[in-house]
């Protein structure tokens, strides 16, 4: 009995000494991960549309576009771009010069065309985008997946979702057509027509070619122009889905695409989904439904990342030239008569409308495109030149904010090195901003409880009487 106790003794003294040692040789988590919990959120497992909670709805969504895919059901683990700090270069162009920047900077992610309004930019094998010769380009896309990736560099591959135009010349039955089949132009949209957004064929058409992409190595897939056009045709007529519209409207059909491409790209092939959005919608609640960008729930879709294009260019000043509306624009908590002036204040103000919807629980990362380009088409007075300083004051208004991504855009793909810094210095900067993207949802959350406290106060719920 004596031999038993001693042995059960030594027994629990081993299990003891390995956890301790165990224990001791589990790293912390480094500070910068405090962002990254907050940020990233869980992806779903159920192929379901997470946008929408009333169950009349998801049927009547089931019936017409038909049940979202199955997930599979080993699906692998989602790459995790985080912190993504990225430069737009089109097809590659300057490339040495980009690779240049990313050894040494912050820069981590090039942002790649592979298929724009006028096609795609490689050949492509997708059956569809053969048959209507889209294949415009000739960019030797593993390639210049290869060399990056061999530096260090994210390729997001850039998709120009329902801005087509090829598929209103071959496919028009594929676009927006009035009720009588003729294809409805635009003039906001430089007269074109566009791809229907209720038309799954589309959507098919689109996911091949991401799916084409991701086979080749890219590491995100990003979907730009994921709206119906802007105004109205010129022909005044109604579109062929007017009728549908009155029960699915605009903003579920675009929330049912992105989450069909959510199980097709992000969850069966483990590669994340992103969608670039009008920053208009994060103020204007009326100006998103009428493209179908609906900001209180298009980040509720399961998609990885929403990318506001923060422009301070593009907010109507008080001119009565371009872009001007003659008053000025309120973004967040100010008013603007010469937005592109003011970069810092517009990007943060911007972020200030679109923040209440993006803290909502599961809401997608936010990762804002910003101006690198000087916007010399507005009236004079109403511009200046955006250079490294005009730069990195909205990256900074970003930081201050608590926030950690963001997208450079600039047209002719070049990027002064003074906007940005070096690599071990943004590591730095990013741990002070996953503190202040703490201090800032804990501020968030205090304001809303008081909010709601209010509320009640203002209007008790009655208690009912007692009956006899």
């Excluded at 592979?114 to 896309?141: F, H, M, N, R």
């Excluded at 906001?188 to 064929?201: C, H, I, K, M, V």
């Excluded at 509720?300 to 001007?324: D, E, K, R, V």
């Excluded at 904010?401 to 963001?406: D, K, T, V």
Aim: net charge negative.
């Amino acid at each position: 009995m004596l031999v038993l106790l001693l042995l059960i003794q030594f027994s629990l003294f081993y299990i003891l000494f390995r956890d301790s040692q165990e224990t001791k040789l589990v790293p912390s988590a480094p500070e910068s991960t405090i962002e990254e919990t907050r940020i990233i959120h869980t992806e779903p497992t159920n192929p379901e549309p997470l946008s929408v909670k009333d169950e009349e709805m998801r049927q009547l969504l089931d019936d017409y576009f038909s049940p979202l895919p199955k997930t599979r059901p080993d699906p692998p683990r989602q790459k995790q771009l985080y912190p993504v700090k990225g430069i737009y270069l089109g097809q590659g162009r300057n490339l040495d010069a980009a690779i240049e920047l990313a050894s040494w900077s912050e820069v981590n992610a090039f942002v790649i065309d592979v298929k724009e309004s006028w096609g795609l930019t490689y050949q492509s094998q997708v059956p569809l985008a053969q048959e209507i010769k889209a294949c415009q380009g000739d960019l030797d896309l593993p390639r210049l997946i290869e060399r990056c990736h061999a530096e260090g560099i994210n390729v997001i591959a850039r998709i120009v979702c329902f801005k087509d135009d090829i598929l209103p010349l071959k496919k028009p039955e594929m676009c927006i057509t009035d009720i009588n089949g003729q294809l409805l132009h635009y003039p906001l949209e430089g007269g074109q027509a566009f791809a229907n957004p209720y038309d799954t064929r589309v959507w098919d058409y689109l996911i091949d070619v991401a799916k084409e992409v991701v086979a080749m190595g890219v590491d995100e897939i990003q979907f730009d122009y994921v709206r119906f056009p802007t105004g109205s045709p010129n022909s005044k007529e109604k579109p062929v889905y007017h009728e549908i519209e009155e029960k699915i409207g605009k903003d579920l059909a675009i929330n049912r695409f992105l989450e069909y491409a959510r199980i097709e790209i992000q969850e069966n092939l483990g590669i994340p989904v992103t969608a670039d959005l009008f920053s208009i919608v994060m103020t204007s609640e009326v100006d998103g439904m009428l493209i179908g960008q609906n900001w209180n729930t298009i980040g509720l879709t399961g998609i990885n990342s929403i990318c506001p294009m923060i422009y301070p260019s593009h907010y109507a000043n008080s001119s009565l030239g371009s872009q001007g509306n003659g008053v000025g624009s309120y973004i967040g908590r100010a008013f603007f008569d010469k937005p592109d002036l003011e970069p810092y204040a517009v990007v943060q103000n911007a972020m200030y409308d679109g923040e209440k919807a993006s803290r909502q629980k599961g809401y997608a990362m936010l990762r804002p495109w910003l101006q690198a380009f000087s916007a010399d088409w507005l009236s004079p007075g109403y511009y200046m030149i955006y250079g490294a300083q005009e730069i990195r004051l909205q990256i900074q208004a970003l930081y201050d904010l608590g926030y950690g991504e963001w997208i450079l855009w600039n047209a002719d793909y070049k990027y002064p090195n003074e906007a940005f810094i070096q690599a071990d210095l943004a590591a730095e900067e990013e741990k002070k901003q996953a503190v202040e993207s703490l201090v800032r949802q804990s501020e968030y959350e205090a304001e809303a409880e008081e909010k709601a406290q209010e509320e009640s106060r203002r209007f008790p719920i009655a208690t009912p009487k007692k009956t006899k």
